[in-house]
């Protein structure tokens, strides 16, 4: 077989509790990983559009972020995206879609003083991590 000894020993450790974990892990990986695209789909935005931000719908539009960002159905995760009035700064958030089922981290994606962005994440019982 190809699982190895330590996923062995994990899997009869944790029984069926290895597989609901599995799951989880596997979407906040999904969800730090849209994370970093979005991150990165602003970042091209930006440098096309005289440093203006976009919000989700424009994103997708320009061929930057996949369509399954508006739905939680592909990786357990609500995603939001708040672009300033001004449209030089935004933060996005990540949520569980359901807490404890598809993920237990909330993700808050935001830029840093030096124009970088920031990736933060916690356990707060399925709620956005507050700005």
């Known amino acids: 077989s190809d699982v190895c000894s330590s996923d062995l020993a994990k899997i009869k ?3 069926k509790r290895y597989f609901y974990t599995l799951r989880i892990e596997t979407h906040e990986d999904e969800a ?3 994370m970093d695209r979005v991150s990165k789909a602003q ?3 930006s ?3 005289g440093g203006n931000y976009a919000d989700i719908p424009s994103l997708i539009d320009a061929g930057l972020l996949p369509s399954d960002i508006q739905s939680s159905a592909s990786t357990g995760y609500n995603y939001a995206l708040n672009v300033a009035g ?3 700064s935004y933060f996005a958030t990540a949520v569980p879609a359901d807490y404890n089922k598809s993920g237990k981290l909330s993700f808050l994606l935001e830029l840093d003083p030096k124009g970088g962005t920031r990736l933060t994440s916690k356990d707060l019982g399925g709620k956005p991590i507050k700005r």
Do not use: F, I, T
Request: no cysteine; glycine share 6%; proline share 0%.
């Open 13 to 15: 450790k944790e029984g």
């Open 32 to 34: 730090r990983a849209m």
């Open 43 to 45: 970042l091209v935005y």
């Open 47 to 49: 440098l096309q559009n």
């Open 86 to 88: 001004d449209k030089r």
